[in-house]
């Protein structure tokens, strides 16, 4: 078998022209600057009746994580909002937390008009944009980000903020030590699945060999919903392929029904597990007869043995790995895993709506 591309540094070089890799490589670095830059955060607000991050695609998916990481861990509901407008519970006692690395993003401005309206308390991560050129005008609290990385790559950037809103305002505990684990733990798992280890040695290569010319269905549980998410979105924007994300146990309820008579539909997915060792044995008793049903039906079958103690460690660790095999797996498929061509062609093309200028036009009268 000839060499795969992502063992020829030369050839990496040439087609990974963002440079998308190297996010992944300095996972750690990027999550521990996050972290520093974080300290500035201050944030002064009485305790929320509920919390909302407001944020889409590569931003929105800190507050997934946020909402799984915490949900074990804090007293005050957190929902992720991807609409245009908040849900009508919105007010006062909400704290919505902006999240967007353009700062320009049509939902995301709009929500914050909503949250400004409904007095809403705010709290804005950001690199810029009309976002923060607003935020400074108005004095909303905000943290200023850096830019000119995908939004994706900045994920860092994006959800250690959040964590630390909510640590700061006495919301959750232990995000910090949880935190100083992922560090440690992304160095060891950089180190196992960087270029420079061989595809033999390299899980993120060998389930992208894997994965090959299949669209990816990844399923998690628990606080893996969000990993599971996070997947499928690198797949789609990094790989450029069709991807999906399913649950457990919800997905035992519906999902498992759809394979039943894929036929030849099956052998089009390749099914990737994530598995950790402390799974409960209720979850691991339906992930076990799941992959029995799916195998049966021909589906590809893959599993992610996820590392590390803290749920925030085996989180991040996780989605690193995640990371790393859809760079790959958009370079096996010959692909550069930065431009993402149509999403810059849609925010475009929608622009001749007008509806972007009509909320920073009202964004200006405030
Ligand atoms: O990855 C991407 O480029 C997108 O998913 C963006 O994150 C999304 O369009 C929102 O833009 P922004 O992150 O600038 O708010």
Not at 253 to 270: M, P, Q, T, Y
Request: net charge neutral.
């Amino acid at each position: 078998m000839n060499r795969p591309i992502f063992d020829e540094p030369e050839k990496i070089k040439a087609l990974d022209r963002g440079n998308m890799l190297s996010f992944c490589v300095n996972s750690a670095k990027l999550y521990g600057e996050a972290a520093q830059l974080a300290k500035k955060i201050q944030i002064n607000y009485p305790e929320p009746d509920n919390i909302i991050v407001a944020g889409m695609g590569g931003s929105g998916i800190g507050g997934d994580l946020l909402k799984d990481w915490a949900r074990t861990k804090t007293d005050v509901p957190i929902e992720v909002n991807r609409e245009y407008h908040l849900p009508k519970y919105a007010g006062k006692k909400t704290l919505v937390l902006v999240s967007s690395a353009s700062g320009d993003t049509e939902e995301t401005l709009s929500t914050y008009l909503d949250a400004l309206r409904r007095k809403c308390m705010i709290y804005c991560v950001s690199s810029g944009g009309a976002l923060l050129e607003n935020a400074e005008r108005l004095n909303v609290p905000y943290l200023r980000v850096p830019g000119g990385m995908p939004p994706r790559a900045s994920l860092p950037y994006l959800f250690v903020p959040l964590l630390v809103c909510l640590e700061k305002l006495g919301l959750a505990k232990g995000a910090q030590d949880e935190l100083t684990e992922a560090l440690k733990l992304l160095e060891k798992v950089t180190g196992d699945n960087a270029p420079q280890k061989s595809t033999k040695d390299n899980f993120s290569k060998t389930l992208a060999l894997n994965i090959g010319q299949k669209a990816p269905v990844v399923y998690g549980y628990g606080f893996y919903r969000s990993v599971a998410m996070r997947f499928k979105q690198q797949f789609n924007e990094n790989s450029k392929v069709p991807s999906k994300w399913e649950v457990f146990s919800e997905l035992n309820h519906n999902e498992i029904v759809g394979w039943e008579r894929a036929g030849d539909l099956a052998k089009c997915f390749s099914a990737i597990f994530i598995r950790d060792a402390d799974e409960p044995m209720e979850i691991h008793s339906r992930i076990e007869i799941t992959k029995e049903l799916l195998e049966q039906e021909g589906v590809d079958i893959f599993e992610l043995q996820t590392q590390g103690n803290s749920p925030l460690a085996r989180m991040l660790s996780t989605v690193c790995i995640g990371d790393f095999t859809s760079v790959y797996l958009a370079l096996l498929r010959g692909v550069d895993p930065t431009p993402v061509k149509t999403i810059n062609y849609l925010k475009e093309t929608l622009k001749q709506n007008g509806f972007r200028e009509k909320v920073i036009g009202e964004l200006a009268k405030l």
